[in-house]
C-alpha cells in the first residue's frame, strides 16, 4: 500500500522556520521525484520544490527561492522541506508528491503563519 505522511507543519511567526518530512512507503522511492506542492484557502495547489529522483537536481517557485531548501534522503525513504523566513503568504496546506509514471499524493500538512 503506498502511503505519503506528512509531518512537521504548525504555527510559527513570520520570519521563523519549519522543516517538513514526507515519509513513504510501499513504492520504490529512489526512483521517484519528489515534490512539494501547497494551497492556500481559495487558491490553486502549486508547486513549491521539486527534487530528481538521485537529488542531483532541484527546482523552486520563485517566491520561495533563497528562503526553502529540498532534500532527500533515501535510505530513510523521506523528503524535506526546509523553510526559513517565512512569510503570511507561505500560509496553506503542504502536499508531498511522488511522480514517475504515476502520480502519488500524501494528506497534507497545514503550516500557518502568523503574529
Known amino acids: 500500500q503506498v502511503q505519503l505522511v506528512e509531518s512537521g507543519g504548525g504555527l510559527v511567526q513570520p520570519g521563523g522556520s519549519l522543516r517538513l518530512s514526507c515519509a513513504a512507503s510501499?513504492?520504490?522511492?529512489?526512483?521517484?521525484?519528489m515534490t512539494w506542492y501547497r494551497q492556500a484557502p481559495g487558491k490553486e495547489r502549486e508547486l513549491v520544490a521539486t527534487?530528481?529522483?538521485?537529488?542531483?537536481?532541484?527546482n523552486y517557485a520563485d517566491s520561495v527561492k533563497g528562503r526553502f531548501t529540498i532534500d532527500r534522503d533515501n535510505a530513510k525513504n523521506t523528503v524535506y522541506l526546509q523553510m526559513n523566513s517565512l512569510k503570511l503568504e507561505d500560509t496553506a496546506v503542504y502536499y508531498c508528491?511522488?511522480?514517475?509514471?504515476?502520480?502519488?499524493w500524501g494528506q497534507g500538512t497545514q503550516v500557518t503563519v502568523s503574529s
Open positions: 508528491n511522488a511522480r514517475r509514471y504515476t502520480n502519488y
Open positions: 510501499g513504492f520504490t522511492f529512489s526512483s521517484y521525484a
Open positions: 527534487i530528481t529522483s538521485a537529488g542531483g537536481r532541484t
